[in-house]
T-cell receptor, first 111, second 111 residues
């Protein structure tokens, strides 16, 4: 079993729909990261969070430390949101900031 | 601030050859991590450098080695290339305990 599991693997939605991507992890962490990767490879960090909720524009990320679960929400989705969204966790101790990644969720928003 | 930069962008090598990839971290960052992303998969941690030393290492053979220079830039070296080393190689920089910023990656093709 992978340390970081994401669901769904693929998601297709109509423009304007509310999107939710889920991430569960099985190890102790210092932080959870949501990343976006477009075709061609570049990765952009969307959120780094260790508790509660963060919001940036139409993106919202939440984390429940007790349940070891995080969600990424996109409101009013747009075709430009089409990308692979990756959940990653970083270790608990100082000097253990390596990221362990989920396999990603491929999101396609249809106009 | 140029952010994290990597060179070269693309590279084609032959089996058995050696390759060196380069990464310049974001200004103010002292930690550099390297990841390998095979096609269709999530990134895998190779190693992390801090204060010119390898601080952590993932499950990669000794053919993969690295270096960090006093200006915090870093190199990834791969010897005796195999076809399976074909991947996108990502560099990420951070200051200890903080968010990682990713470079655009180097796409290595081994023929």
């Amino acid at each position: 079993k992978n340390e970081v599991e994401q669901s769904p693997q693929n998601l297709t939605a109509q423009e304007g729909e509310f999107i939710t991507i889920n991430c569960s992890y099985s190890v102790g962490i210092s932080a959870l990261h949501w990343l976006q990767q477009h075709p061609g490879g570049g990765i952009v960090s969307l959120f780094m969070l260790s508790s509660g909720k963060k919001k940036h524009g139409r993106l919202i990320a939440t984390i429940n430390i007790q349940e070891k679960h995080s969600s990424l929400h996109i409101t009013a989705s747009h075709p430009r949101d089409s990308a692979v969204y990756i959940c990653a966790v970083s270790g608990r101790s100082f000097g253990n900031e390596k990221l362990t990644f989920g396999t990603g969720t491929r999101l396609t928003i249809i106009p | 601030d140029a952010g994290v930069t990597q060179s070269p962008t693309h590279l084609i090598k032959t089996r058995g050859q050696q390759v060196t990839l380069r990464c310049s971290p974001k200004s103010g960052h002292d930690t550099v991590s390297w990841y390998q992303q095979a096609l269709g998969q999530g990134p895998q941690f190779i190693f992390q450098y801090y204060e010119e030393e390898e601080r952590q290492r993932g499950n990669f053979p000794d053919r993969f080695s690295g270096h960090q220079f006093p200006n915090y830039s870093s190199e990834l070296n791969v010897n005796a290339l195999l076809l399976g080393d074909s991947a996108l190689y990502l560099c990420a920089s951070s200051s200890t305990g903080n968010e990682q910023y990713f470079g655009p990656g180097t796409r290595l093709t081994v023929t």
